[in-house]
């Protein structure tokens, strides 16, 4: 049982290239989260989805795309990477309803940006 | 906005001993749901325990429990007889009950365990 799975675990990028995170889940969830993590400031949300072909902003989204085309995968994309985006990222799921409201995590994407 | 306040940084508390953790939320909803996470160095999120607002009686996991008080907007985290496998990042996070909610944490609270 997979749960939520992140690809992948570590990058290195250099300023302004690109790339795309994967974020991918089994548990047939609705709602699918990007959080990014900085010491002292937690966990912050970037972009959210309540379902599949749906997108929504968070606290942070700036510098960020994201693409759920497909009900269990939720797409994050840096089109030209800054040193700011230097973080720890997270996927996360949730059901829509029933008792299950927690989040599952994947175990996150370490990405530095020189 | 809702926001989520963990104001302890930084806590210690000695092996068997009790801790607890602070969280103070806002919110103008009147139905939804409090977590606690735990982050230790894996980086994995885990989650320690649950609460539903509308449940006046306080959750309670094995060593873990809060203490829910809604008027007050504040759900700390008791964890009793501590044991060095509790040392972690430990994160306060809200979600309101309605569909399109967004799940929102807190700064974290360190907890170190020392012998």
């Known amino acids: 049982n997979a749960g939520v799975t992140q690809t992948p675990k570590f990058r290195v990028l250099k300023t302004g290239q690109s790339m795309t995170l994967l974020c991918a889940q089994d548990?047939?969830?609705?709602?699918m989260y990007w959080y990014r993590q900085d010491p002292g400031m937690g966990l912050r949300l970037i972009h959210y989805?309540?379902?599949?072909?749906?997108?929504a902003k968070g606290e942070v989204p700036d510098g960020y795309n994201v693409s759920r085309l497909k009900k269990q995968n939720f797409l994050l994309g840096l089109e030209s990477a800054a040193p700011s985006q230097t973080s720890v990222y997270f996927c996360?799921?949730?059901?829509?309803?029933?008792?299950?409201?927690?989040?599952?995590f994947g175990q996150g994407t370490r990405l530095t940006v020189v | 906005a809702q926001t989520v306040t963990q104001s302890q940084p930084e806590m210690s508390v000695q092996e068997a001993e009790t801790v607890t953790l602070s969280c103070t939320y806002d919110?103008?909803?009147?139905?939804?749901?409090l977590f606690w996470y735990k982050q230790p160095p894996s980086r994995q999120m885990i989650l320690v325990i649950r609460q539903e607002a509308y449940k006046q009686q306080n959750a309670t996991e094995n060593r873990f429990s809060v203490n829910f008080q809604k008027a007050a907007k504040s759900f700390s985290l008791k964890i009793s007889d501590s044991q060095l496998g509790d040392a972690a990042m430990y994160f306060c996070?809200?979600?309101?009950?309605?569909?399109?909610?967004?799940?929102?944490f807190g700064t974290g609270t360190r907890l170190q365990v020392t012998l």
């Open positions: 996070a809200y979600r309101p009950a309605g569909t399109a909610s967004k799940l929102t």
């Open positions: 548990m047939n969830h609705e709602y």
């Open positions: 996360a799921s949730s059901y829509i309803g029933g008792r299950g409201k927690e989040a599952f």
């Open positions: 989805s309540v379902g599949e072909g749906t997108t």
């Open positions: 919110t103008s909803e009147s139905d939804y749901y």
